[in-house]
Every structure is written in C-alpha cells, then in structure tokens.
C-alpha cells in the first residue's frame, strides 16, 4: 500500500479527553476514530491490525476444534425474559422496539450470546452423539456500559469472540474448558500479551468455575491479587485470604462514649473530624441476605465483599439494603450504623479483622452520631465471624503459607467459566443420553475481547514516540521510507524495494509522501511499524538503512538482495516473536 493513497490521519498533540496511552496512541496514529461516547471507526491501519488479532483467535479456535457460527446481533426478547437476563443486565442490554405489520416487536442487541446459542443448542442438538460440541463466533456486541471509557478498552460496541461448549457430563466440560483454556494462552502469547490467568467468581453469570485472562497494566480497571511465592492468582471478587496479619493492639478497653459528628456518614468524613485513620472505625453495611436485612461488619479500611457475603452465608440473593430499611432497622439516616444499639435485633456477621480491634469507632444507629472506645466482645457479640472483606495487598496467600499477597491493576482481556446448566434449564435445551434419559445439556462460556487485545496491547507496549507492536498484529510489518521522493534514484530504490516486498508476501506500507524525513520518521515511530527501511544518503554506496522499532540503533543492508534478506527477518519474527519479546521496556 502508498501512503498517499489510504487514510492515516495522525496527530501531533494529545487528544482531548483522552487519558491513558492506548486511548491516547490509537487516535494519534490513526487507528481509530470516534463517532460518539464509546462507539469508534476502525480506520484503515486499525482494521489490519484487528483483522489480524481476529486471524489469531480463529487459527486457535480452528486448532482447539471448536466450530465457527454467526449469530445475529439482533435477538427477541423474550429469550432474555427465560433467563432473567433482562432484569440482571438492567440498562447494559441495549433494548429496542420496532413495528412490523402494525404489532410492536421487542428486540435487544446481544452483549453476549448465551441465549441465542442456547436457543440454537435446543433445536439441533438432542443425542449424546453429538456431543460435546463447542460453537465460537466473532461478532460485535452491545452494552450499554454506564461509562464508556479508555477509548476501545471499554465500548458500547465491540468485538467479541464467544464460545459456548455443548457437554454431556462435568468431566466432558472440563475438558472443553481445558481445551479453551490452552487456546487462550496460545491466543494471547501469539498476540505478545503479557498475561496471566487468574482465578475469577462467575458473577451473575452463574456457574462455579472461572478463570479471567489478565493483562497487568498500571491503567487497569481490574485489581488481581498474586502471590509472589506460588503464583496464586485471583481477581479481587474471588481472592480469598490466607493469614491475616494483624498485630492486636496492647491498649486497655476504656469506656464506651458518644461523639458527634455532624453530616459525617463517610468513612472519609468521620476519619477526619475525629482525626483517626479508617482502620480506627468499623464500618456497618445493611445489607438484605436473601431479603433478611442483616448488619456487615468491616474494618473501615476494607471493602465488603458480597460474594463472600453468599458464600457464607449461604445465601442466593445479596444487596445493599435501601435507605428505609436502614432508617427501620438502625434508627439512623444512611451512614450513621453501628453494630451497637441496632433499633431492631438483626443478625450482626463480622470480618475476621473485627476481632482484634480495640477502643474503636463506630456510628451510633442515631443521626449524625457516632461512638468512641467500642470493644467487640465487651459491648456488642456478633452472630459470627467470617471472611466477609475483599483480599488486600499484605494479606496471606490462601494457597501457600509463605506467600503474601500482592496487588496488580490489570486489564481482562479474556474470560472462561463452567456455566453448567443454567441456561439449557431455562431454555430447555436437553439431549438423550446413553440411557435414553433426557438431561439438560451442560455448558461452558468462552469470551476474548477482540478490540480490547490491540488496546491491551498498545497499553503494555509503548515508549514516548508511540505503539511499539508485535510482528503478528502491526498494521504493517515494514514501512519503506524514502528520504526525498523527488530525488529520482531513491524513488526508483524504494518503488523497486516496495513491489518486491509485495511479491515476496510481505506487508509493506510505502510512504510515498512528499513530506519532510523528519515527519516520515515521526509519523512511523507513531504507528509502530516493526521494521523500517529507509532509502537515504547512503543508498549512493549501495547501502539501505533498517531499523527494528524497539532497537536503539539502526542496521546497514546492501541494496542487492535487500528485499529476500528483509522479507526472511519479517518471517522469522513472525513465526517466533523473539525481537519483540526480547525488546527492552
Ligand atoms: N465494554 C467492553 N468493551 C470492550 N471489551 C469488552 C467490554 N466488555 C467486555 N469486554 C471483553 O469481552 C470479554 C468477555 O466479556 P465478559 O467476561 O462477559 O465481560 P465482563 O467481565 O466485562 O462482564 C472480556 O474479557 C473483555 O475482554
Ligand atoms: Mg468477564
Ligand atoms: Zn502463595
């Protein structure tokens, strides 16, 4: 491809609104475009690169012998209704109606497909013989995220490959899960992604059993707990907690006594006034346990953690419970509960931490009080103690006994979970078995961010010039840059080079510009292209000059032969990746 004849809008300055660097650098280089808040244009280079990663995962799939469909974006509603998806999605599933013949036809664009593919599976699939079966396609999917954000990281819209394994017993789907597990790591490592799988919670989803593909970057969304020691790994939701290690406090009890502490129902806020650090407080949530309202005890310094809360508790259905209740149960507006004094006797579960602490503060179950020197034990027993808080940096491995855990912002690029039969019970996709026993099929989800791996990528991968990319997803693998167009010798040079690269089946951009070194050099910097080739000065010695992205310096290759030499680096470090994995960051 000529430069001069595709689209490459790059830019000079920071875009506005644009805060991390994958946002940032797809913009600058071209890549993409944005039509409103979380939908983009994949321009010309970033439809290479993506056309690539899609390349990547459908080579693997293909491999791990799962097999392709295309379901339609469009999908009835009333498949959504079987699940209770409509009501656990709430405003992400984008809903819409339409008139047909004079009737009103409810639609919603898929965020996922679990219930078309599952509606397919209970029409086509009924016999053991044909399972286990597992479907995959690449399609875009529509969630109406409440704040799309990081560019293509986080969009509306996006590129999906979904899979859904079809199995006649738990071993089957564990096998389907290991098969895609292993597509996953091949996937991502084909893709340069730095990754780690990491234990996850199936979430509304349903299930049991997950793991979530993590990208570590400093601008993640996600938070993943990792022991250094023993490569535990699991994302904030599912981490559990080994040794705890708090030292309890020497101090003597002192009497319990009442604080005010106008319009302070913050932990920040009381921290503050009463000049005490958060792990000074207990903070007491109201939540309804399977619609009991019942009293969660933290440590103001942790978070709750509400799949702990069902774990525990047993329980199926956990939320906060609303303002009235609060008011009903504790006698105090939002913000002022403590487990002292409840106004009405509901059970009180406790952390773990809660027990050591001493002297410490809580609110008083009365409007804009709170209470000093509480002591659990002395004035207040709860029902229990448990694990109730979400795992934080400091806190012992649950896995190994040495090991404490550490905590790594990343970005999910990928996720895998046991579904089980939660949706072939819905939807009654059932199959005869080896018996002749009808059974509900049981199923296993596969999902991989397409558009969110280049954005991965170009978050981890970057310096101050721009995207550094890998062999495998780079818009182009060599760009030919000649310094001056109008210098007739190093225009023939560099059209020669250019056609023969092309035959050579390499994928060369040629910047054919009539535009300053200085911005040609900029302008591929930017984009990343692996291997420049520059046609300067020194082609009068017969010389090329050649510079991997992520090399300090550049290379001389003699013009005779340069375009086989070239095309032989492009498909070596295609085929391993071992420049780019070596490359200093
Ligand atoms: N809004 C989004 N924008 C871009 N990619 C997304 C978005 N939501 C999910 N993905 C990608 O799709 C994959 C599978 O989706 P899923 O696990 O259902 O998403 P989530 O965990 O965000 O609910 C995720 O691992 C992620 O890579
Ligand atoms: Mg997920
Ligand atoms: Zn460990």
């Known amino acids: 491809m000529r430069w001069s004849k595709t689209l490459i809008p790059t830019m000079k300055e920071t875009p506005e609104g644009a805060e991390v660097p994958s946002h940032v650098l797809m913009l600058r280089a071209g890549l993409v475009s944005q039509l409103m808040a979380g939908a983009y244009t994949f321009l010309p280079l970033g439809v290479r690169s993506l056309h690539k990663a899609m390349r990547i995962v459908r080579e693997e799939m ?17 498949l959504w209704e079987q699940t209770g ?45 044909q399972l286990p079966i597992t479907l995959y396609q690449i399609t875009h999917k529509f969630r109406n995220e409440e704040r799309p954000r990081f560019g293509v990281l986080r969009t509306s819209e996006f590129l999906m490959k979904d899979a859904y394994s079809f ?57 993943v707990l990792r022991c250094p020691m023993c490569n535990y790994g699991a994302n904030v939701e599912k981490a559990a907690i080994g040794l705890r290690h708090n030292k309890k406090s020497e101090a003597e009890p002192k009497e319990i006594c009442k604080i005010p502490t106008p319009h302070a129902g913050s932990i920040e806020a009381v921290s503050k006034m ?4 958060p792990h000074q407080l207990i903070k007491t949530l109201i939540y309804m346990v399977d619609d009991q309202p019942m009293a969660i ?26 303002p009235a209740t609060i008011l009903r149960v504790t006698g ?21 931490d809660i027990r050591d602490m001493v002297n410490v503060y809580t609110g008083a179950n009365e409007a804009d ?54 949706y072939t019970d819905a939807l009654s996709a059932t199959f005869i078995d080896t018996e002749e026993k009808i059974r509900p099929i049981i199923m296993g989800c596969y999902g991989i961010g397409v558009t969110r791996i280049l954005a991965g990528l170009i978050e981890i991968s970057n310096d101050q010039h721009g995207i550094v990319w890998p062999m495998s997803l780079a818009p182009y693998e060599v760009v030919v840059t000649p310094v001056n167009v109008s210098d007739e010798a190093m225009r023939a040079a560099s059209e020669k080079l250019y056609g023969e690269l092309k035959t050579l089946g390499v994928e060369v951009l040629y910047d054919d510009r009539d535009a300053r070194a200085g911005v040609k050099f900029k302008d591929a910097d930017l ?34 032969g340069a375009a086989q030499k070239i095309a032989a680096m492009v498909m070596e470090e295609k085929r391993t990746g071992a420049k780019f994995a070596a490359r200093k960051r």
């Open 332 to 352: 105090a507006p939002v913000g002022f509960a403590g487990p002292v004094g409840l106004k009405e006797a509901i059970p009180v579960w406790a952390d773990e």
């Open 297 to 322: 005890l933290v440590r103001g310094d942790h978070e709750v953690n509400e799949n702990k809360i069902r774990h525990v508790l047993k329980a199926s259905k956990v939320e906060l419970a609303d």
């Open 167 to 223: 199995n006649d017993s738990l071993e089957s789907l564990n096998a389907s899960y290991q098969a895609m597990y292993d597509a996953y790591c091949k996937i991502f490592t084909r893709c340069g992604l730095d990754f780690v799988p990491v234990e996850a919670e199936s979430g509304p989803i349903g299930g049991d059993a997950s793991h979530e593909f993590m990208i570590p970057a400093t601008n993640g969304e996600d938070t």
């Open 85 to 129: 998806r409509v009501e656990a999605f709430g405003d992400v599933l984008i809903q819409l109606s339409v008139k047909r013949q004079g009737k009103q036809v409810r639609m919603a664009l898929g965020p996922t497909h679990e219930e078309p593919v599952t509606d397919l599976a209970s029409r086509y699939l009924t016999s053991y013989r």
């Open 369 to 422: 009080m709170h209470l000093g020197r509480v002591n659990p034990g002395r004035d207040f027993e709860p029902t229990g103690y448990g694990d109730f808080r979400n795992a934080a940096a400091g806190d012992g491995c649950p896995r190994c006994t040495s090991g404490i855990l550490e905590e790594v912002k990343a970005i999910e690029v990928g996720h895998v979970f046991k579904l089980g039969t939660k």
């Open 274 to 277: 009463l000049k005490c650090k």
């Open 62 to 78: 293909d491999a791990a012998g799962a097999v392709e469909v295309e379901m339609p974006c469009l999908t009835p509603i009333n």
């Open 527 to 560: 984009i990343g292209f692996p291997l420049r080739v520059v046609v300067g000065k020194m082609l009068e010695q017969g010389k090329l000059e050649l510079k991997w992205r992520w090399a300090e310096s550049s290379e001389e290759l003699d013009v005779t």
